[in-house]
């Protein structure tokens, strides 16, 4: 499956909110306010062409010596099929680091292809020889999907160490699955016979949860890091009680690590990334089972289509070295990454680390704004069996 997206970025503008010649810090306060509005088109297979606008913005809330910058990245498109994707995702650092709100909204009336379960699914629809009477390979499916997600993390003392708690809401909605030619066979399908076995609804499903969390926050700069390194633990417990279809509970571990290779150009660096998502007791819904491109900025596997592999376990793994392209500027710069997945499911008795997916390709980088590293990414990745994709974002992959 290759995925192409195209992006027109016409302008972009920085919004200055306070005065800056003012040096008084009022705690929590909105200051050095900067919006970067991306109007866009692109295109995919899933959705044809979208059309809307893509803005992120940056600020800070208390003295920039000791309180990060926090940034926010949103999303408003409209597809020729009728969908809309909008969604925000934030980094909230109040004075002095003493809270971080991270939160993670969207509202989705979109569809996708879904391939079956673990890492060994294949590209083309065919009859799963594990599972007879049950659709394998390439699936299409439209669904609405709310997201409310909001967590709340305490600075421990003055060290680089939170705790927090979070509420977690997802529900999928209005469920089609269909297959995208005529189909010579009559199968189910992959998210039809998992929901069906394991006692949920085929066309809703709702997965409401708290989360109990452990962050590290050691990056010199979250959007677009140069040292130090982030790590988060989250336990999530999804009780009926709270409106879950089902009682389940996951883990979500998430490392990154920044290895600058050049004092004079930070710039220059090894960036690391490891991320995994287990199912630890009880059952999903299918559709919010780990998957690849899953991560909360989408970020994951690049090489392959968001929602390629999917399972009840996950391991993720990346490096990317990363260099700027001008001999005394950093306006320019390029990278290049590899990256592995596995997935694995009890359902089908594929094992985690059985099967596991490459990805590979390189990356160009334009810094619209030195001061915070506003930056805009291009990438092209390759996956295996003839996987592919371009991806555009805002600020690095991670």
Do not use: C
Not at 107 to 112: A, V
Not at 144 to 155: D, G, I, Q, S
Not at 302 to 331: D, I
């Amino acid at each position: 499956m290759t995925r192409i997206t195209i992006f027109l970025l016409l302008f972009w503008i920085h919004l200055p909110v306070l005065a800056q010649d003012s040096v008084v810090y009022k705690p929590n306060q909105v200051r050095d306010f900067k919006l970067v509005p991306l109007p866009a088109i692109a295109s995919n297979p899933a959705n044809g062409w979208l059309f809307g606008i893509a803005p992120s913005a940056t600020w800070r809330m208390g003295d920039p010596e000791n309180t990060h910058l926090s940034n926010l990245v949103g999303n408003l498109l409209y597809t020729t099929k009728k969908q809309w994707l909008i969604s925000s995702r934030s980094n909230i650092f109040l004075a002095d680091d003493s809270w971080i709100l991270v939160g993670d909204w969207r509202f989705f009336i979109t569809s996708q292809p879904t391939f079956g379960l673990g890492s060994s699914t294949p590209n083309l629809p065919q009859e799963n020889p594990n599972q007879p009477g049950v659709w394998w390979g390439e699936q299409q499916m439209n669904y609405n999907w709310v997201r409310f997600y909001e967590t709340v993390l305490k600075r421990i003392s003055t060290s680089k160490f939170y705790l927090g708690v979070g509420y977690h809401l997802d529900v999928y909605s209005k469920i089609d699955n269909f297959m995208d030619s005529e189909a010579t066979q009559e199968l189910t399908f992959s998210n039809d016979f998992y929901n069906q076995t394991n006692g949920f609804n085929l066309d809703k499903n709702t997965l409401s949860g708290i989360t109990l969390n452990a962050v590290m926050e050691n990056r010199d700069l979250a959007v677009s890091p140069y040292e130090t390194n982030f790590a988060l633990v989250s336990y999530k417990i999804n009780p009926e009680f709270l409106g879950s279809h089902l009682s389940s509970s996951t883990l979500l571990l998430d490392y990154r690590h920044y290895f600058p290779l050049s004092e004079k150009r930070k710039r220059h660096l090894l960036a690391l990334w490891s991320y995994a998502n287990f199912l630890v007791s009880g059952d999903l819904p299918y559709m919010a089972l780990p998957s690849i491109g899953y991560d909360m900025f989408g970020r994951s596997g690049r090489g392959y289509s968001q929602g390629r592999f999917r399972g009840e376990s996950m391991v993720y793994s990346e490096a990317e070295y990363r260099f700027p392209l001008q001999k005394n500027k950093e306006t320019f710069g390029g990278t290049v990454f590899v990256n592995a997945a596995s997935f694995g499911s009890k359902l089908t008795q594929e094992n985690l680390f059985t099967k596991i997916n490459p990805g590979y390709g390189l990356g160009f980088r334009v810094m619209i704004n030195k001061e915070n590293r506003t930056t805009i990414s291009a990438d092209y990745g390759f996956g295996q069996k003839g996987n592919s994709g371009f991806y555009l974002n805002i600020n690095e992959t991670f």
